[in-house]
């Protein structure tokens, strides 16, 4: 199933494995969601609750959203038709991937932080499965599609749109840096960078920034 494979995706990428499916925790029905999010509007939402050392989470996705890409699989072809719902499928998948985890390590996560890393996963995940589809081209493009033009919804940022920027910023200079690995191709790039998203991953919010701010 495609939100499964995707989390095959990601977890490969950065050699993470949760013992859990994301589908056992998808939600496509908002009145099956807790009170306070059943008014909400997105097509992509993880709703998060912690008490008692224990938590819970649910992701839910819209379900038109899952027909729409169940008859036009960007594993199989990712192209302008399918690529926005590519990318919220990938959000919801890539954040639910980050918090579990994170929470198996006992590491705390940051909203700022889930929100950058789900930016460099669309990155990252765009430009691989890119390449794979279309091995003569280079996605120049991604920058442009996910950073420059990306513009936050002020309606649907609920007072975060602050957040939801910077989050967008501290990606888009770490994306930066790994383009010219990713220039040479995925085999001359994949062990450098995979190794460098891999070390990433595993480093605390703090680390990450300056991390950041470092290849800047």
């Given amino acids: 199933m495609l939100l499964s494979r995707l989390q095959d995706f990601i ?8 013992a859990h499916d994301v589908y056992d925790f998808l939600v496509t029905d908002r009145a099956r969601l807790p009170r306070v999010a059943r008014g909400g509007t997105a097509d992509e939402e993880l709703i998060v609750a912690e008490g008692g050392g224990e938590l819970a989470l649910s992701l839910y996705l819209d379900p038109a959203l899952l027909a729409r890409l169940a008859q036009a ?26 918090l579990t985890w994170n929470a198996t390590h006992d590491k705390p996560v940051s909203l700022l932080e889930l929100e950058m890393q789900a ?16 091995p003569g081209h280079f996605p120049a493009e991604l920058p442009q599609l996910l950073f420059r033009r990306a513009r936050v919804d002020a309606a649907l940022a609920a007072g975060r749109a602050g957040l939801y920027r910077e989050a967008s910023r501290y990606a888009e200079k770490f994306c930066r840096s790994l383009e010219r690995s990713l220039a040479r191709g995925p085999r001359g790039a994949g062990t450098e960078v995979l190794a460098q998203l891999r070390r990433f991953y595993r480093l605390s919010h703090a680390r990450k920034r300056a991390h950041i701010e470092d290849c800047a």
């Avoid at 977890?11 to 949760?18: A, L, M, T």
């Fill in 119 to 134: 930016e460099v996963d669309k990155y990252v995940a765009s430009h691989w499965l890119l390449r794979r589809q279309l």
């Fill in 73 to 98: 699989d960007p594993l199989e072809r990712l192209h302008e038709g399918n690529v926005a719902d590519w990318l919220t499928a990938l959000e919801g998948v890539s954040h639910f991937v980050y």
């Fill in 11 to 18: 977890g490969g990428i950065y050699d993470v494995r949760v």
